[in-house]
């Protein structure tokens, strides 16, 4: 420790000032900076303050116009389960919900119980599935609490859960997922007749539907997914045969666009939900609109001579005089550093190359070439800018990537804004809505579960 810090933590009067008190344990409360000191309350600000750097704007017409999208390639009978984990692959998962509710979805789908959680404290209540296995007590009893319908992945784990609700009055909804070629997760498809039974014999849960995961089916050869389908129908067929009806649902975004054989009562939909095609093979048999834009302020302007090194590493040196605009927006934000020097970002509808590499917070682009810039210009880095159209889909194939990782790394950090032909919301970074979304139109409508059972045909 500095010589600095040692007198800081030993001065008493500091001690006071600071409102420390004693330096054990210090409470939340107490770390908060003192009042009046500057804005802290993101309430207060306008919207400029809040966007004064970097932002991400979901339109949630988007998300309305895919799942109707999505709809036309379904039987009208096929439920659309919209999957909003990770925080709805980074645009906000209780209103991407509510958009896809909105537009016709009567499922949602997330990755953990907190996140199911999340959005009953939001306000929905349609029914939720939550796809990891767990059968721990605590998260459990939670997910029952928030009625969470909960995933079956192998025979233990049912055994435990019956352990804890077989002498309740209700029994727990689950959905049994069977392992057919994904390797992730499930029972093993040639276990499922057996696991079945069991579960018949087991008080406490009542199997609510069966469902597998695709493993390739955004891949150009379809041998396996065919593999798959086939042995999802064996079990279907041995499950049948013993009396057991349940709903069935299969595909994923690609499995819904590609494969209307795999559909039955339900498709589970990411990608696709957010305007994002799951392969470039597929982009034509389906008219997604991204729902997510990502912008920047242009912070500082300055023009170098030829020979100067640029960023960390000095990996661009300018060739000759350029004029560089510092952009703030970097790393931390969600923008890969692997993309740095391979960029394209948009101002005033016109195209600049980023150069050197991506920092933290901030980025350099090369706008030598552009009529006119200034400082507070908005770059945009995802998103339309006149005829400019830049897309996840470039970063993730410039990188290696995939379009999944690159909305999910918009999770943390930027401000969103929300964007419904009818209006604008803003919400509070970090914090959900509490009583349902308020919509442009003034309307917050929920869907009812309706006894938990699917709205569409099943
Ligand atoms: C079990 C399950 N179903 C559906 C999906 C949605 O997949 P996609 O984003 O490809 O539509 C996922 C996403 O990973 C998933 O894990």
Not at 135 to 144: E, F, K, L, N, P
Not at 303 to 317: A, D, E, K, N, Q
Not at 335 to 353: D, N, T
């Amino acid at each position: 420790m500095s010589d600095f810090f040692k007198t800081w933590v030993k001065d008493e009067s500091m001690r006071e000032q600071t409102h420390l008190g004693s330096l054990s344990a210090p409470s939340p409360m107490e770390l908060a900076p003192p009042s009046g000191s500057y804005k802290t309350d993101w309430e207060e600000l306008t919207r400029e303050q809040r966007c004064s750097r970097a932002w991400v704007e979901i339109d949630l017409d988007a998300i309305g116009e895919n799942v109707a999208q999505i709809r036309t390639k379904l039987q009208p009978n096929t439920a659309v389960m919209a999957i909003v984990k990770a925080d709805g692959y980074g645009h906000g998962a209780a209103y991407v919900a509510q958009a896809a509710l909105r537009a016709g979805a009567t499922w949602l789908g997330v990755a953990t119980v907190w996140e199911g959680v999340e959005l009953r404290q939001a306000g929905i209540t349609a029914p939720i599935l939550v796809l990891e296995a767990i059968s721990d007590r605590d998260r459990v009893i939670t997910a029952r609490e928030h009625q969470l319908d909960l995933t079956v992945a192998f025979t233990k784990q049912a055994v435990a859960l019956s352990n804890l609700f077989s002498s309740s009055e209700r029994p727990l909804p689950i959905h049994l997922n069977i392992d057919t070629g994904m390797s992730r997760l499930g029972v093993d498809w040639t276990e499922a007749e057996s696991c079945v039974r069991l579960l018949r014999c087991l008080s406490g849960l009542e199997l609510k539907t069966i469902y597998s995961h695709l493993a390739t089916a955004d891949e150009p050869d379809t041998t396996m997914v065919h593999e798959q389908h086939r042995r999802f129908e064996t079990v279907l067929h041995r499950l049948r045969a013993i009396g057991c009806d349940q709903p069935i649902h299969f595909s994923n975004s690609a499995g819904a666009i590609a494969f209307p054989e795999l559909h039955y009562d339900m498709v589970r939909v990411g990608l696709a939900l957010y305007g994002i095609a799951p392969a470039p093979h597929l982009a034509d048999q389906i008219t997604l609109r991204p729902a997510m834009s990502v912008r920047a302020k242009v912070t500082q302007l300055r023009t170098l001579p030829p020979g100067r090194g640029v960023s960390y590493g000095h990996r661009f040196i300018s060739e000759r005089e350029t004029k560089l605009a510092t952009v703030g927006i970097g790393y931390a934000d969600g923008v890969p550093r692997l993309l740095s020097g391979r960029l394209a970002v948009a101002i005033r509808g016109q195209l600049a190359p980023q150069v050197g590499t991506i920092t933290m917070d901030q980025l350099l682009v090369d706008v030598t070439e552009l009529a006119s810039v200034e400082v507070g210009d908005t770059v945009t880095l995802i998103g339309a800018d006149g005829h400019q159209r830049l897309t996840a889909q470039q970063w993730a194939e410039t990188i290696g990537s995939i379009p999944w990782e690159i909305v999910c790394g918009f999770r943390q950090r930027l401000p969103r804004l929300y964007h419904l032909a009818s209006g604008l919301i803003e919400p509070t970074p970090g914090i959900q809505p509490t009583s349902g979304v308020e919509f442009g139109d003034g309307s917050s409508k929920t869907n009812e579960a309706s006894d938990f059972k699917y709205g569409n045909g099943i």
